[in-house]
């Protein structure tokens, strides 16, 4: 595959025609469906909203573009609840040897459980959100969560942690690293991993992880169908590619005649799937270093193995970008065109709109335009997967213009 590189806005693209594969049962249609009825049982569930950008999509020249909006998702600000809260439940219903199916919410949270389980601890390593909803699920069954963070995280993300009473350590490592010691301090004591990553031996966890980010996708689905619309570009975000992953193996299978094309965007400091599609050898690939960016939920250097031959054999592109593409993308939302919504978007969340922009009024991703084939014919649809997790970074990107663009 060959590598362009956009000089101008410091970004890079692969451009592929997908070889195609068959699709997960375990990321089907009806395996969403279940995960949809566990979530709308717990208290404060509401779908998100989708958010339809008619004046600014009249500007940029499209068909439509939709914004699917998880910073309202719980009051978390974030859409990881959704796997974190899911897993912990499949975990629990694993030690009560009964299916999930059974044994509806309020039973879950039961006193009566709690004693015939015990105590439990659930430990993690997290940038910030799935650490918070492993936390927000741990306190919701009465169990303890242990939850370690790379080095500089924003005071704000531990704070929102620690207020679901999770023990919370800033260690000196990156994501990858702070992963390794959540998983040997739970052997050493006789803690529960709750990952949002795979490995060799340890899949079952984050396949449930993976299989809860679907009541985003599902919710989405039925919000397409209810405006009657259909996407032909979908952009989606990766870190490890855990979402990437649950996103394009569910819409796949939903979309099928015409498939969409899948676009996965990464920081230019941790584009591991980037990485992996660039090596050509079909095997994921790692980046190492400190992954240094603002898209911190996206600071991750080792793909997800279990998405990987997912996002090997769909999308259409990768594009690495540079932090301005997110900045620009979290200024654009929140100062909408006349008549569209508003939308708070945090670093990790509004790099798909930035990369959108950068397509309609960039002279030099005209490329990638015509490699996608994107024009007023296009209906695109992207993921703020998260709000304001950072305020003080959010307030000086917005307010005082930090991480301009590049030109
Ligand atoms: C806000 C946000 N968006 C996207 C992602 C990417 O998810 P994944 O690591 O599964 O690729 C994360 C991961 O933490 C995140 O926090």
Redesign the pocket.
Known sequence: MEIKEITNQNCKYLIQTPPGRDLPATLSPATALGVRAFHRQLPGYKPTPLVRLERLVRAWGFNDIFVKD?APRFGLK???VL?GSYAVARLVCQKLGRPLSEVPYAQLVSDDVRKRIGQITLTTA?????GRGVAWAAERLGQKAVVYMPKGSSPSRVTAIRSHGAKVEVTDLNYDDAVRLACRMAEENGWYVVQ??AWEGYTEVPLW??QG?LTMCSETVDQLRAEDAYPTHIFV??????????VVGYLAQVFQEPRPKFIIIEPNNAAC?FASAAAGDGRPHTVTGDLDTI????A?GEP?PL?WEILRDIPSAYVSCDNCVAANGMRILANSVDGDASVEA????AVGIGLMDLLANHTDFETLKDDLKIGPDSTLLC?N??GA?DPVNYQEIIWHGKYPSID
């Open positions: 998880e974030a859409f990881k796997g997290t940038d910030g959100n799935h949002d990553t992880i993976m980010y975000q990766a870190g490890v590619g855990t979402l990437a992953g649950a799937i898209m911190v939920g996206l991750c997800n998405s945090g670093e990790s969340g993921f997967t998260e997790t």
